[in-house]
């Protein structure tokens, strides 16, 4: 063979391997996703959280045609499972579903928080909005916000609010409550809204700012009283319950969020194809017929509209943090 032809021939075996390569790593990225996904929830299984984590998933998994399984890893306000997942491979099928705490609330606690929401993450969409409940233990004198204020005005340091944790979003609820009701609110933390819910029915704290979800069946049946919702509109489960806003505290308004995020640096292929799962799963008839009776709005959004949210949400709750003098501790 003369050596122009062995040349010609050589670069023709190149390109071939070549060409043969790159449609093997488009087959491989159209593949995607070929195996489970892991969904980390940052908070113990059983609670609201784990619910909405657990509707999700089932639809997700039909939207990419492999099962997302839920994989619980709480502690230190989700922040053990955020760091898990911002640790994790960069292929897609380690996902966080994470909430306002993991990613709005825990820089302004935790100084030595070992991941960063802005930097660690690439945020997928939002999937849930739910406010939080303002519930009276049935002994409370106060049947309504505006009672409430009255009451812990006479009485400085006396009512109680108890929340989930400390820094949890029902913590952050009740400060910021008393913040802009101009109130001293006494806080007692609880590890989780379990013991939070027993010890509201027996009358041993005088209030919380939970999830709907929880208090529903005791407010049915008259063992707490629904005083106000907190977000910007009345719950479509509660049309008969004011907001906080306008119960005589304009400027209130907290309603916890939740999304799906990956590890930074996932491939952007990747993270178009978890995005447009993640839309069709929450648009699924089945997540409002299941959630809505609960207070809890599925929606979706494009990654740029939750980076936002999480951005400007730090900024709002360090604040809150700052002036309520909150901590972790």
């Known amino acids: 063979m003369r050596p122009s032809t062995a040349r010609h021939a050589l670069r023709l075996l190149r390109g071939a391997v070549l060409a043969a390569a790159a449609a093997a790593a488009l087959a491989a990225q ?9 969904l980390v929830v940052p908070f113990p299984a059983g609670g609201a959280t784990d619910l909405m984590a657990r509707l999700a998933a089932q639809e997700l998994g039909i939207a990419l045609g492999q ?6 890893r709480g502690g230190a306000g989700g922040a053990i499972g955020a760091e898990a997942v911002a ?24 100084p030595k928080l070992r991941y960063d929401p802005l930097r660690d ?3 997928l969409s ?6 939080r409940v303002m519930v009276a233990a049935r002994g409370l ?9 009255a009451l812990a005005k006479r009485q400085p340091g006396r009512l109680t609010y108890g929340s989930a944790g400390n820094g ?17 609110l006494v806080h007692v933390p609880y590890k989780g809204s379990a013991p939070l819910l027993n010890d509201v029915l027996a009358g041993r704290v005088d209030m919380t700012f939970d999830s709907y979800a929880i208090y529903e069946e005791h407010a049915k049946s008259g063992r707490v009283r629904v005083l106000a919702s907190t977000g910007a509109k009345r719950m479509a489960s509660l049309p008969q319950v004011p907001t906080v806003a306008e119960s005589g505290l304009p400027g209130y308004e907290l309603s916890n969020w939740l999304g799906l995020v990956a590890p930074a640096g996932t491939p952007p292929e990747v993270l178009r194809t978890l995005q447009a799962a993640a839309v069709r799963a929450m648009a699924a008839p089945s997540q409002r017929a299941q959630l809505e009776p609960l207070g809890i709005e599925p929606v979706s959004s494009t990654p740029e509209a939750f980076a936002r949210t999480i951005r400007d949400e730090q900024k709002r709750w360090a604040e809150v943090v700052r002036q309520g003098r909150v901590t972790a501790d």
């Open 141 to 149: 004198p106060a049947r309504s916000v505006q009672e409430v204020v």
């Open 30 to 38: 159209a593949a995607f996703p070929d195996r489970p996904l892991r």
């Open 126 to 131: 939002l999937t849930h909005l739910t406010p």
């Open 87 to 110: 640790g994790a491979p960069k292929d897609g099928y380690t996902l966080l579903f994470a909430t306002m705490g993991t990613l709005a609330i825990n820089p302004a606690l935790y």
């Open 67 to 72: 099962p997302v399984v839920i994989e619980n």
């Open 168 to 184: 949890s979003s029902s913590h952050l609820a009740g400060a910021l409550f008393a913040r802009v009701a101009g109130v001293e």
């Open 121 to 123: 993450f690439a945020p």
